[in-house]
């Protein structure tokens, strides 16, 4: 199946066919649908149902397929310091690497283990130069905000702009090194052919619903166990809540889990629909919460580096110090009305499709 297809598919309503709509769009209130408009309901519901399920495997290797091409497209953009581009990549990259290990019992799991540690080194290396532009421009923002509030906010702007200038160049020139490197590009012919090499067991001829939802379950079975694990943000201690918080670790680690059950889910689109794209909306909408946090725990340990610069001036440190308070209350607010959050995201009826 291909994308647009995909597409279609997810545009429709639960329950719902293209040729039911037409049919209920031609028929006023209280009236049934002409013979030709019913034939063709009829026709089209019929052929839906003959619509053969594809293998997981022929779904897995459609959406391995995608994240290549995005993957490659958006290398020449890299190349020349496109803004976006290194996010795209690395999207590209944490979907085929989820999918390595979410699905990696319907593959060869050496092979799957082995392609997933090449992405995993190469996102290691491009990372940090759009994690350094995101926060710099976090912060600046922020300072420029406080300009005429503070004496300081100037000299914190200097400050943090020369800091993170200078490791955004070690970052890019750490990129550019990969890039030219012979370990990214063997990294990039598996990519460029993984889609129609990929090795799978047997089991993965089976039908997709089979073979997939169970591992999509098992994805949203481990985000569960890590929110239960979550320490209470009200119980915490106040030092640990402005400085290096322990808890940080965890809440990263449950964003990672979310993400790898929010792509699981997408993987099924084509075959589950608009069900399938809403646990996955469902997801994201966690994921994207969790990572403000991310972005502001970042923040927080650049504007505490920053603070520890010898002979900083008392006004520069009391605005970083307000920063760093900012950020800290902000993931805090963020914590406390997570459960909330939660309980939306894990209504059972975003599962249902599951079970059928």
């Known amino acids: 199946m291909t994308e647009a297809q995909a597409a279609q598919r997810v545009g429709a309503q639960p329950g719902e066919r293209a040729g039911e709509r037409r049919g209920e769009q031609g028929a006023g209130p209280g009236q049934q649908p002409d013979g030709a408009a019913a034939t063709a309901a009829a026709a089209s519901s019929v052929a839906e149902a003959a619509r053969p399920v594809p293998a997981a495997v022929d779904v897995l290797r459609g959406y391995l397929s995608a994240q290549s091409t995005a993957f490659l497209t958006q290398l020449p953009r890299l190349r020349e310091g496109k803004p976006e581009a290194s996010h795209r990549i690395r999207v590209a990259c944490r979907r085929s690497r989820s999918l390595l290990r979410t699905y990696r019992s319907l593959m060869d799991g050496d092979w799957a283990d082995g392609l997933a540690a090449q992405i995993d080194e190469f996102t290691q290396i491009v990372s940090p130069e759009r994690d350094v532009e995101v926060v ?143 646990l996955a909306d469902a997801m994201a909408v966690i994921t994207e919460e969790l990572g403000a946090q991310q972005d502001a725990s970042v923040a927080s340990a650049v504007l505490l580096r920053a603070a520890r610069t010898p002979r900083i001036a008392a006004p520069t440190g009391f605005v ?31 599962r249902a499709w599951l079970e059928g």
């Open 136 to 278: 710099r421009t976090r912060l600046l923002t922020a300072l420029d905000g406080l300009a005429d509030e503070s004496s300081g906010a100037v000299r914190a702007r200097t400050l943090l702009d020369r800091m993170l200038h200078r490791e955004y160049a070690v970052a890019h020139e750490a990129t550019l090194a990969a890039l030219a490197g012979p370990r990214f590009h063997a990294l990039a012919d598996q990519l460029a052919i993984a889609p129609e090499t990929m090795p799978s067991k047997p089991e993965a001829r089976s039908p997709a619903p089979e073979a997939l939802y169970p591992l999509v379950e098992h994805a949203f079975a481990v985000v569960e166990r890590r929110v239960a694990a979550l320490p209470d943000p009200r119980k915490q201690n106040a030092k640990e809540l402005l400085t290096d918080d322990p808890a940080d670790e965890q809440w990263h680690r449950l964003r990672i889990a979310a993400k790898r059950c929010r792509y699981a889910a997408e993987v099924c689109t084509p075959v589950a629909g608009k069900p399938a794209a809403e």
């Open 320 to 350: 970083l110090g307000r920063l760093l308070g900012e950020s800290r209350a902000g993931i805090l607010r963020s914590r406390l009305a997570f459960p909330t959050l939660w309980r939306q995201a894990a209504d059972p009826g975003l």
